[in-house]
């Protein structure tokens, strides 16, 4: 079976360092992603981990661990605008087919 | 970088018609397209996965004769609502991917309403 966990709200501080969890049991990987959801709008790339590792692009870092099945995704500097649903997707092997977590709602207050 | 575009954005139809929603990749070639619904403050829902002439390939509890997809080309995916009720009521994303890819392109989405 396919389980994607992620917690369901979380509120930080404007300019502070936020880190969402993603823990994940499935029974073929093949990389996970990173995506970020306004109310209303798609969802839009912000990452993707194949190898274990931390993977770097401007004020977002994504962590995998793929023995642990966990990641994280960093969010540094906040600013109000990352105020948004944040969605962790693991790709199916055999499929290639995305299965997404519950999202993450992020509330950046000032 | 890589465009998909849905219309209409958003659609109010009156229960027991059918609704059309339409999928395209606008600077690529999809290989495969795929259709998510999400209901509010829940996640993204695969619906089904269509790769171009030939049928859909539908997740478990999605019934394949109401909501009718055809990818007949390797720019466009159509969805159709057939028979509407209230409760089909969602917001509809599709996503296209390119078979060289790992990344899947969201389309921005369709509000539908049925009242």
């Known amino acids: 079976g396919q389980n994607i966990d992620q917690p369901t709200e979380m509120t930080a501080t404007e300019g502070a360092i936020v880190q969402i969890n993603c823990t994940y049991q499935t029974s073929g990987f093949n990389g996970l992603f990173w995506y970020q959801q306004h109310a209303g709008e798609a969802p839009t790339f912000l990452s993707y981990n194949v190898l274990d590792g931390l993977e770097e692009k401007g004020r977002f870092s994504s962590f995998l661990s793929r023995s642990k099945g966990y990641s994280y995704l960093l969010l540094k500097e906040l600013q109000m605008k990352d105020s948004a649903s944040y969605l962790c997707?693991?790709?199916?092997?055999?499929?290639?087919?995305?299965?997404f977590g519950t999202g993450t709602l992020l509330a950046v207050q000032p | 970088g890589a465009v998909v575009s849905q219309h209409p954005s958003r659609v109010i139809c009156k229960s027991g018609t059918s609704v059309k929603i339409e999928c395209r990749s606008l600077?690529?070639?999809?290989?495969?397209m795929f259709w998510y619904r999400q209901f509010p403050k829940q996640s993204l829902m695969l619906m089904a996965t269509?790769?171009?002439?030939?049928?859909?390939?539908?997740e478990q509890g999605v019934e394949k004769d109401k909501f009718l997809i055809n990818h007949a080309s390797l720019t466009l995916s159509t969805l159709t609502v057939t028979s509407a009720h209230p409760e089909d009521s969602s917001f509809y994303i599709c996503?296209?991917?390119?078979?060289?890819?790992?990344?899947?392109?969201f389309g921005p989405g369709t509000r539908l309403t049925v009242t």
């Open positions: 997707a693991v790709r199916d092997w055999a499929t290639n087919k995305l299965i």
């Open positions: 269509s790769n171009e002439g030939s049928k859909a390939t539908y």
């Open positions: 600077d690529f070639q999809a290989t495969t």
């Open positions: 996503s296209a991917r390119i078979l060289s890819s790992y990344e899947q392109y």
